[in-house]
Nanobody, 126 residues
Framework: VQLVESGGGLVQAGGSLRLSCAAS????????MGWFRQTPGKDQEFVAA????????YYADSVKGRFTISRDNAKNTVYLQMNSLKPEDTALYYC????????????????????WGQGTQVTVSS
């Protein structure tokens, strides 16, 4: 199983980026897919997750209203549209896949995810 993130980069505050995470090696249509982020010296932080049907997205309070998670099961790809970016959004962003269909509570726990990508850097300048 491989997860490959793309779409990171440098953007000014208030700008937008769209992250993509392409999965290969398994059919993920029944699983939860999520995004986490990490800054140096800190633990990974939950950002967003989406159920297998795409009807139940979950967000961290810090990104709610600015970020949108979506998925295309036909392409085994999950997206994270990030708008109104702030300098505090600067981090290494990881996508992850869980082998179970997680609900709102467990989708925020990194321990519930089985596969991880290598991460893509997002830097927001002030």
């Amino acid at each position: 199983v491989q997860l490959v993130e793309s779409g990171g980069g440098l953007v000014q505050a208030g700008g937008s980026l769209r992250l993509s995470c392409a999965a290969s090696g398994h059919t993920f249509s029944s699983y939860t897919m999520g995004w986490f982020r990490q800054t140096p010296g800190k633990d990974q932080e939950f950002v967003a997750a989406i159920s297998w049907s795409g009807s139940s997205p979950y967000y961290a309070d810090s990104v709610k209203g600015r970020f949108t998670i979506s998925r295309d099961n036909a392409k085994n790809t999950v997206y994270l549209q990030m708008n109104s970016l702030k300098p505090e959004d600067t981090a290494l962003y990881y996508c992850a896949v869980s082998s179970t269909n997680l609900g709102s509570f467990w989708s925020r726990s990194r321990a519930r995810y089985d596969y991880w990508g290598q991460g893509t850097q997002v830097t927001v300048s002030s």
